[in-house]
C-alpha cells in the first residue's frame, strides 16, 4: 500500500522534480510540466470511484493496455483519458517497486532530454 507521502518521496528524487498542484490536487513537476497528480474529489465522485486514493500518470500511448493488462488490480482508467497516454494508480493497491518504476517512466514522459542524460548517468 502507496500513499501520496511515498509518491513524493520516490518522486523527488528525479532530477528537478519539485512539488507543486494541478488542477487543485497535490502534483510533481519538473520544469513546469506535471507528471503525476492525484486524483480530485470532482474526479472521484464524476467517475464513481470511492474505494482508494488515485494518482494520475503517464505513459507512452502505445504501453497504455500493456500496463493495464499486466497490472489490472492497481492500474485502471476511465473513459476521460481516452486516447491519451496516462493511467490511473489505485495506491491502496501497489507496491513501492511498481510505483518508483511507474513514476520514473512518467517523469521521462515529460521531463528535457537534458535532465534524462543526467537520470541516465546517475
Known sequence: MATFDDVRRLGME????VESTSYGTPALKVRKKGFCRMWGERE???DQVFDTEVLVLFCDLEMKAVLLENHPDA???VPHYDGYGSVLVRLADVDLDDLAE???ESYRTKAPDTLLRQL???
Open 14 to 17: 528525479l532530477p528537478e522534480a
Open 102 to 104: 511507474w513514476l520514473e
Open 44 to 46: 472521484h465522485r464524476r
Open 75 to 77: 492500474l485502471f482508467t
Open 120 to 122: 541516465d548517468a546517475g
